[in-house]
């Protein structure tokens, strides 16, 4: 497996790295089968395990901390905070109220005394970033955290961030966790160019497109699209679309003589700007498919062919980056109030 550094921190990442979302009641709460996925991708060279304080509830975390004991210092471990953890409106977002509860709760559920990758999960329309690099710099300062980063945030809110780090002499953000695959480009524009011209590491999620590049039929009513129906109604302009661009992309798979999963996870590690891809498996049998395809690399005339279906900085279907930014998901902040 290779090997990529982390955002000039020194830290030395597999180019795969573990995806532990499936190890909750979001997929299969079971420990021992959570147990079982973790050893087998450590067995094959993966040593980035990535999880969040709300995937499950907390579920997730206390399987991957049972799974690394006695391995831990082997392994790169990531997780996240913001996510909603109970009814209290204070308990999730980005304040240094929340941040310095929630990073005590991971470390407990993890049966870690640091965390090597924090990660704000989510941008916070209703706090500072000021306040949550503070508090976040407190965490590194602290030995509690060894490094910070962000998820879905745009570009625009990465170069605010690192101005604000250096005017105010706060620990950077040193990475960012997007959503990318051959379906979902956008972020080829603007967040990847933003992330490599200020040295952050780029962590990526979703390479296989929620299941429409993983070589499965996708069934009405089954797995993820009984779970995401909207995501998978063909009748939906976009999504007819996006369709009809598997079709392409498989001849083009076929061509290269590849599965179509490799060649979607092959095409994200393509990128200059990206560090490594999460790769989610519930299965043994889903991990072994994935990492089959280890070391893949696509020629130009496969990329160009890819560019052609889907063109660069193109999403599909927009959900696919599955956030939508406050000021666009409330319309108050589109409409003038009172007239």
């Known amino acids: 497996m290779k090997r990529k550094i982390l955002g000039g921190t020194g830290i030395s990442v597999s180019e795969y790295a573990l995806g532990a979302m499936m190890f909750s009641s979001w997929g299969d709460p079971d420990p021992v089968n959570g147990v079982r996925v973790?050893?087998?991708?450590?067995?094959?060279?993966?040593?980035?395990?990535?999880?969040?304080?709300?995937?499950?509830?907390?579920?997730?975390?206390?399987?991957?901390?049972?799974?690394?004991?006695?391995?831990?210092?082997?392994?790169?471990?990531a997780t996240k905070f913001h996510g909603s953890m109970g009814p209290d409106p204070n308990h999730g977002g980005n304040s240094r109220r929340w941040i310095t509860r929630?990073?005590?709760?991971?470390?407990?559920?993890?049966?870690m005394d640091h965390i090597d990758l924090y990660q704000v999960h989510r941008p916070d329309p209703n706090t500072d970033i000021d306040e949550t690099l503070s508090a976040c710099s407190d965490l590194v300062r602290s030995g509690k955290v060894r490094a910070i980063g962000t998820s879905a945030f745009a570009a625009e809110e990465i170069v605010e961030a690192q101005w604000v780090a250096q005017q105010r002499g706060h620990v950077r953000f040193r990475s960012e966790?997007?959503?990318?695959?051959?379906?979902?480009?956008?972020?080829?524009?603007?967040?990847?160019?933003?992330a490599r011209r200020y040295g952050m590491g780029v962590l990526t999620w979703g390479p296989l497109g929620a299941g429409w590049l993983s070589d499965k039929e996708i069934r009405p009513g089954v797995g993820r699209a009984r779970l995401e129906a909207d995501r998978f109604d063909t009748s939906t302009p976009a999504i007819a679309a996006k369709q009809v661009a598997v079709g392409e992309l498989k001849k083009v798979a076929a061509d290269a003589g590849l599965p179509l999963a490799h060649l979607a996870v092959a095409f994200v590690l393509t990128h200059p700007a990206v560090t490594s891809v999460l790769i989610g498996p519930r299965t043994p049998e889903q991990l072994a498919d994935l990492l089959a395809g280890a070391g893949t690399v696509l020629d130009e005339d496969t990329l160009d062919r890819i560019d052609e279906i889907v063109p660069p900085g193109t999403d599909l279907f927009p959900m696919d980056r599955r956030?939508?930014?406050?000021?666009?998901?409330?319309?108050?902040a589109r409409r003038r109030q009172g007239g």
């Open 102 to 111: 929630a990073v005590e709760d991971s470390l407990r559920r993890l049966a």
């Open 323 to 332: 956030f939508v930014p406050a000021a666009l998901a409330d319309k108050k």
């Open 177 to 194: 966790q997007p959503a990318y695959s051959i379906l979902a480009r956008s972020i080829e524009a603007d967040v990847l160019p933003t």
């Open 38 to 77: 973790i050893h087998q991708a450590l067995d094959a060279g993966i040593n980035f395990v990535d999880t969040a304080d709300i995937y499950g509830d907390g579920e997730s975390e206390r399987i991957v901390g049972q799974a690394l004991r006695g391995r831990r210092d082997d392994v790169v471990v």
